[in-house]
Nanobody, 127 residues
Framework: QVQLGESGGGLVQPGGSLRLSCAAS????????MGWFRQAPGKGREFVAA????????NYANSVRGRFTISTDNAKNTVYLQMDSLKPEDTAVYYC????????????????????WGQGTQVTVSS
């Protein structure tokens, strides 16, 4: 199955930008729907963004819609999360997740639908 590894986290000032990457290795990346989740200190893990395996359908949490963009590059077996206009409340460990999907246009917004997870990357938004 696919293995996932996130990168691109770090410390950024409010209003700044970061791009997270999640590289996949193993089986065919294009068979998988992908998602990003995050977990802030003392809180449960929450949905951030999702993309269908054909890249044609996306969905976002209300808290990030209009500021974050999810995308994939099948040639590089990578899913990205472009984060703009960052706020202190975006501070969290960000995880990418994958689910093998037979339906090209379907995305998944709930944790139980994903069975493959990365190790996470820390994003801190602070002045």
């Amino acid at each position: 199955q696919v293995q996932l590894g996130e990168s691109g986290g770090g410390l950024v000032q409010p209003g700044g930008s970061l791009r997270l990457s999640c590289a996949a290795s193993g089986r065919t990346f294009s068979n998988y729907a992908m998602g990003w989740f995050r977990q802030a200190p003392g809180k449960g893990r929450e949905f951030v963004a999702a993309i269908s395996k054909n890249g044609g359908s996306t969905n976002y949490a209300n808290s990030v819609r209009g500021r974050f963009t999810i995308s994939t590059d099948n040639a590089k077996n990578t899913v990205y999360l472009q984060m703009d206009s960052l706020k202190p409340e975006d501070t969290a460990v960000y995880y990418c997740a994958a689910r093998e999907s037979k339906i090209g246009a379907l995305y998944y917004t709930r944790e139980p639908y994903y069975d493959i997870w990365g190790q996470g990357t820390q994003v801190t938004v602070s002045s």
